[in-house]
């Protein structure tokens, strides 16, 4: 089946640190991701949709000066979260849709972000 | 209103019983529906999903989709303390380019 392998699984890291995320579709090309945010007992919001050699749509309310995604193959998709911040602290989540399917997007397994 | 709105529950159930989910969505514009069982930590897996009106059955699983209402359901039959997690409902709408809006998802416990 389709795997979207997302690295790293966890971060803990200082406060004012930039942190990047990766998510990769192992066996399929991906046009279009989505990364999604998790706070705890909420649930995920939309963030950004990185759509393959192009900026990425950033949903209200998300900054994009602060959240870059770059989607530079059709496989991978990076979220750089900036100069992050203790209320950056959650769970963030991509997704990918196959380009050369109609089934839903899948998800990776997501990354655990802490800011101390 | 919300666009998508499920109860938070925690639903509690007893081991053997049918848990029933509900969720409702706003938008008429929505086209296809899914369901996705989300453990504690960890990202969503895809349960079921529904495109038409009517029933649509996987094993222990049944979606339900009304149109009319603006409404669909998960039924899980014979429920095990494994089924114990999040049921999250989503939504894509026509013209959205594949976007999933998620309702806040229901807590399901099955007691043994």
């Known amino acids: 089946g389709a795997v979207v392998s997302q690295h790293p699984s966890w971060v803990i890291c200082k406060s004012g640190t930039s942190v990047k995320i990766e998510c990769r579709s192992l066996d399929f090309q991906a046009t279009t991701m989505f990364w999604y945010r998790q706070f705890p007992k909420q649930s995920l919001m939309l963030m950004a949709t990185s759509n393959e050699g192009s900026k990425a749509t950033y949903e209200q309310g998300v900054e994009k000066d602060k959240f870059l995604i770059n989607h530079a193959s059709l496989t991978l998709s990076t979220l750089t979260v900036t100069s992050a911040h203790p209320e950056d602290s959650s769970f963030y989540i991509c997704?990918?849709?196959?380009?050369?399917?109609?089934?839903?997007?899948?998800f990776g397994d997501g990354t655990r972000l802490s800011i101390l | 209103q919300k666009e998508v709105e499920q109860n938070s529950g925690p639903l509690s159930v007893p081991e053997g019983a049918i848990a029933s989910l509900n969720c409702t969505y706003s938008?008429?514009?929505?086209?296809?529906f899914f369901w996705y069982r989300q453990y504690s930590g960890k990202s969503p897996e895809l349960i079921m999903s529904?495109?038409?009106?009517g029933d649509k059955e996987d094993g222990r699983f049944t979606a339900q989709l009304n149109k009319a209402s603006q409404y669909v359901s998960l039924l899980i039959r014979d429920s095990q303390p494994s089924d114990s997690a999040t049921y999250l409902c989503a939504v894509t709408r026509t013209g959205g380019g594949n976007k999933l809006t998620f309702g806040t998802g229901t807590q399901l416990k099955v007691e043994l």
């Open positions: 997704s990918a849709k196959d380009r050369d399917s109609n089934q839903p997007q899948h």
């Open positions: 529904i495109y038409s009106n």
């Open positions: 938008d008429r514009g929505s086209q296809s």
